[in-house]
């Protein structure tokens, strides 16, 4: 039966190609993490293409955090970090933020993903934890009045309760969350007012993981998300 091509298949760029059969060699550990891969114009020889087409695949391997990229040294195999593979996320991300109810979507994330870290703080918190999540709280505190102050504060008090279950993709997700919406956030005239109500609200937080109130430190939390989301997107 013939078939009918509706468009032509797409030729894959030649830095793809070299790309992929690195990305292979890495992989299966043909090449191993800290080693250096040959030169430039080993590459180019090895592959017959261009140097344009070796920078671009060794870019695209770099933000896979399967290379190293440093000036003036040999590109280098490393192992991709919780980090990188949350920032390659990150052009995804806003692309969901600029649809219809993105902001929505990334709310529900927040909910759900912080939901679940102040449970296992208020469950799991050691006293050293909770000193240093009482900490943050002083420094939230005293930058009510200093909103860029207050909203670093603000974020490095949920960062702390992230820490908690010391897995490195819960912190990196944490700050894809930053990354995408809090600093999105916009600026607004009655700011002291919703500090101080945040405050508030981690005031309330904290009390329930010192006291290992599960329960209550994700009734509070989630009570302070929606606020939070109303006040700067409700309207």
């Known amino acids: 039966m013939p078939?009918?091509?509706k468009r032509p298949v797409e030729r894959k760029k030649l830095s793809e190609t070299v790309e992929e059969e690195l990305e292979l060699m890495i992989r299966q550990g043909e090449i191993a993490e800290g080693d250096a891969l040959p030169s430039e114009r080993e590459l180019m020889a090895a592959f017959g293409v261009g140097r344009p087409s070796i920078r671009d695949a060794l870019s695209a391997l770099a933000?896979?955090?399967?290379?190293?990229?440093?000036?003036?040294?040999r590109t280098r195999v490393t192992r991709p970090s919780a980090d990188t593979i949350i920032s390659e996320l990150s052009g995804m991300s806003k692309d969901f933020l600029a649809q219809p109810n993105g902001l929505q979507y990334f709310d529900q994330l927040r909910k759900f993903f912080e939901s679940s870290l102040?449970?296992?703080?208020?469950?799991c918190a050691t006293d050293e934890q909770i000193e240093e999540l009482e900490k943050a709280l002083e420094l939230n505190s005293k930058s009510v009045k200093n909103n860029s102050?207050?909203?670093?504060?603000?974020?490095?008090?949920?960062?702390?309760?992230?820490?908690?279950?010391?897995n490195p993709i819960f912190l990196a997700i944490h700050q894809a969350l930053v990354?995408?919406?809090i600093d999105a956030r916009p600026v607004r005239s009655n700011s002291e007012e919703l500090n101080t109500k945040s405050y508030h609200d981690h005031v309330e937080i904290f009390n329930c993981i010192k006291n290992h109130d599960v329960e209550g430190a994700d009734k509070s939390l989630?009570?302070?998300i929606e606020y939070v989301f109303e006040k700067y997107y409700g309207d």
């Open 63 to 73: 933000r896979k955090g399967l290379v190293k990229i440093s000036s003036g040294e």
């Open 149 to 166: 102050q207050f909203k670093k504060t603000d974020i490095y008090f949920h960062r702390v309760i992230a820490s908690m279950p010391g």
């Open 3 to 5: 078939i009918t091509i």
């Open 179 to 181: 990354d995408w919406v």
């Open 222 to 224: 989630t009570k302070h």
């Open 118 to 123: 102040v449970r296992n703080a208020a469950e």
